[in-house]
């Protein structure tokens, strides 16, 4: 009696595991909304968030499978272990899709870096360009100075003022260009250890959602085939190489007799060997359907 009771209620497992499932699913949500689906930076943010609460899925759907294995539980709490073990199969091909999405986000995040600079660099050059026309079309000293506060130049003091005019534009231009210099220095585009260190990130999120998506493949379970999806597609490899070897072997044992085609034992070989690719032929179709 108490071993039936015990039986119809869910276990421990159940209970951490789905409680580990909602975590993931409420971290993961709110860390991405709202949707941006066309931004790389929201790409890349969506690709960190699964990554880094992977763990949580990975050790959620490893106890419903202990769950699963142990066997006891109400028939409710049983049907609801496989359906997610089930769509784990389904969550491990997100994990591998993460790997060319996180790729391009990259990309386009350090393409988006060089056309920013490029963008500040052509700003800067049209106010150089406005700041020595200034300077060459001013006729004084009080002209050079209205010139310079429209565009929000420097100030010229009394002392300035109070040069000779081509010093004081021979000045101007040397201090105008060490100042530009500085500034295309700085606006150069995304240095070296940045880029870098977006590269060393990408890398890290690349390997882990690979290895969520392994996890999750090994984990998943079909109640049909009584297999995970990793199973599923190791065997799956297996019969495919198995085929092609026994394809092989048909179209070597072709070739031979179509050289000895010499007298009736020669026709039997080559039937023969032409038997045997239409029966490998008919095993592949059976398998595909």
């Not at 709202?34 to 992977?54: D, I, K, M, R």
């Not at 784990?88 to 386009?108: E, G, I, N």
């Not at 060393?200 to 493949?217: F, H, K, M, P």
Request: aromatic share 6%; glycine share 6%; charged share 20%.
């Amino acid at each position: 009696m108490e071993r039936s009771r015990s039986a119809e209620t869910s276990s421990p497992l159940d209970w951490t595991g789905f409680l580990l499932l909602a975590l993931f699913s409420i971290w993961s949500l709110l860390a991405i909304l709202p949707l941006q689906l066309f931004s790389p930076v929201w790409a890349h943010q969506l690709v960190v968030t699964l990554v880094n609460n992977g763990p949580l899925l990975l050790i959620g759907v490893a106890l419903l499978r202990l769950a699963i294995a142990w066997g006891a539980g109400a028939p409710a709490v049983r049907a609801w272990r496989l359906r997610v073990c089930r769509l784990a199969a389904l969550a491990a091909v997100v994990y591998l899709l993460m790997v060319p999405l996180d790729l391009v986000s990259t990309w386009r995040q350090v393409q988006g870096l060089q056309l920013q600079a490029q963008s500040r660099q052509r700003a800067m050059d049209r106010v150089e360009q406005q700041a020595l026309q200034a300077i060459d079309q001013a006729a004084d000293g009080a002209s050079l100075a209205s010139r310079l506060r429209q565009l929000q130049g420097p100030q010229l003091t009394s002392t300035d003022l109070a040069q000779p005019l081509p010093d004081l534009k021979l000045q101007l231009r040397a201090s105008l260009a060490s100042n530009f210099a500085a500034l295309r220095n700085q606006a150069a585009g995304p240095r070296a250890e940045t880029v870098f260190a977006m590269g060393r990130e990408s890398l890290r999120l690349v390997l882990s959602a690979l290895v969520c998506a392994l996890g999750l493949s090994a984990l998943s379970w079909n109640a049909a085939t009584q297999r995970s999806q990793l199973q599923a597609v190791a065997h799956g490899l297996a019969k495919m190489r198995q085929r092609n070897q026994a394809l092989r072997k048909a179209i070597n044992l072709q070739a031979q007799g179509s050289r000895r085609r010499n007298g009736r034992g020669s026709f039997g070989r080559d039937q023969g060997s032409n038997d045997y690719l239409k029966e490998i032929l008919r095993e592949q179709e059976r398998d595909q359907t």
